[in-house]
């Protein structure tokens, strides 16, 4: 059983990151606001796991003005799509196991 633990990702075990990385791999960008408002999440808890996703190369962000109004927007890196999906198989083959 220890075995099926080798491929679960520690950077996913926060439900709020994994609900980030959710959002972002059936979407091809989310905006600050609109993760913040689906994740029902405060600007400081939203802003402390897109940094820690972003440090780990995972998530890209994109700053950027609409008028006057700066705009944070995230995507899902092509590390972190491999990243997530071979998470997400681990869970599955997990569960199988048991």
């Known amino acids: 059983m220890i075995e099926a633990f ?3 990702n520690k950077a996913f ?3 709020v990151r994994l609900g980030i990385m959710a959002v972002l791999m059936v979407n091809e960008d989310a905006d600050f606001n609109t993760l913040k408002e689906l994740l029902s999440l ?3 808890n ?3 796991h897109t940094k820690a996703l972003e440090e780990l190369g995972y998530i890209a962000c994109r700053k950027s ?3 006057r109004k700066p705009k944070t ?3 899902a890196t092509q590390e972190g799509k491999k990243a997530f999906k071979a998470h997400i ?3 599955e083959n997990f569960l199988k196991s048991t």
């Open 6 to 8: 080798q491929n679960i």
């Open 13 to 15: 075990e926060s439900k």
């Open 42 to 44: 405060t600007d400081g």
């Open 46 to 48: 939203l802003a402390s």
């Open 65 to 67: 003005f609409v008028g």
């Open 73 to 75: 927007s995230f995507e």
């Open 89 to 91: 198989e681990a869970l």
